[in-house]
């Protein structure tokens, strides 16, 4: 099942060009108070969510998609981990571009593990992304990511994939510079999310997937996630050795070659396989 969340925090389910929205399946999520959880309701109830959302799509209001406005799938992840240089290809154009690596030493991902986003960077599709500093060169990365559905830790190899709720496409945008990761991905709307969720069981094979992203129509990322250096089984039980996953947690899992910069103006259109299509719009900075 493909499941947006779109307008004012609405929930649809994504048939085909068009959305139905389920909205009132979200009643069933428990009225948290303070302090709020630090996790995603929705997707820590996501099959009771989902079933009911299919009870309610024969006779709920159609919308074409392109008309409705796409928020990011998860409202409220407790942490946005990432991984850096995933893609061997990517890290050797990293290594061999100074306007990428800025003299930091750029070391394959075993070596420097994973890093965090801050939750204040997450934004939909039809937010799209601010520039806060355009005067610097800024990057987008197309990836998949992964949303986590289960509480968990200490994963083995065997059951990590149990602990995935499903995929969304992601832009992990980047300011290029000299400062720790976590400050130059962490600006607000850095972290693009959507255009949808797409669940587990309909997306059975995230490690043959083919992707891409254009700017302005031109292309620039083209890969497959089977060329991830470390795959999403190990990525997940690497995660849960450092930190407890919990549901809604966000795994952006890696760019490859191709990573390039972009200005307000531009639009970056990402497609990837059983995911779909989305597209980002590229603005000045927020007054
Ligand atoms: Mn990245």
Redesign the pocket.
């Known amino acids: 099942m493909k499941l947006c969340r779109f307008n004012a925090g609405r929930l649809g389910i994504v048939d085909g060009a068009t959305v139905i929205d389920v909205t009132p399946a979200l009643d069933l999520l428990p009225k948290a108070g303070y302090p709020l959880p630090r996790h995603d309701l929705f997707i820590e109830h996501l099959a009771e969510v989902r079933a009911r959302a299919q009870e309610l799509a024969p006779t709920g209001p159609r919308y074409p998609l392109d008309t409705v406005s796409l928020l990011s799938p998860v409202a409220n992840p407790g942490k946005i981990m990432?991984?850096?240089?995933?893609y061997a290809k990517h890290l050797e154009e990293a290594r061999e571009q100074a306007e990428i690596h800025h003299n930091n030493r750029i070391e394959e991902i075993r070596r420097v593990g994973l890093f965090l986003k801050a939750t204040s960077s997450l934004a939909g599709a039809s937010e799209g992304v601010s520039i806060a500093h355009p005067g610097r060169r800024n990057d987008h990365?197309a990836?998949l990511v992964v949303v986590i559905g289960k509480r968990v830790r200490n994963l083995s190899r065997d059951t990590a994939m149990a602990s995935v709720a499903g995929y969304c496409s992601g832009l992990?945008m980047?300011t290029r510079g000299p400062e720790e990761r976590s400050l130059r991905?962490s600006i607000d709307t850095y972290a693009v999310l959507g255009p949808w969720l797409v669940t587990a069981d309909e997306l059975t094979d995230p490690h043959e997937i083919d992707f891409s992203l254009t700017v302005n129509g031109e292309l620039r990322q083209r890969a497959n996630t089977r060329d991830l250096v470390i795959g999403i089984v190990d990525l997940l039980v690497f995660a849960a050795s450092f930190y407890t996953l919990e549901p809604g947690d966000i795994l952006?899992t890696?760019?490859p070659e191709g990573v390039g910069p972009v200005v307000p103006g531009d639009v970056i259109v990402t497609d990837f396989g059983g995911i779909g299509r989305m597209t980002v719009a590229v603005h000045g900075p927020r007054s």
């Open positions: 990432a991984a850096p240089v995933n990365e990836e992990d980047t991905k952006f890696g760019t």
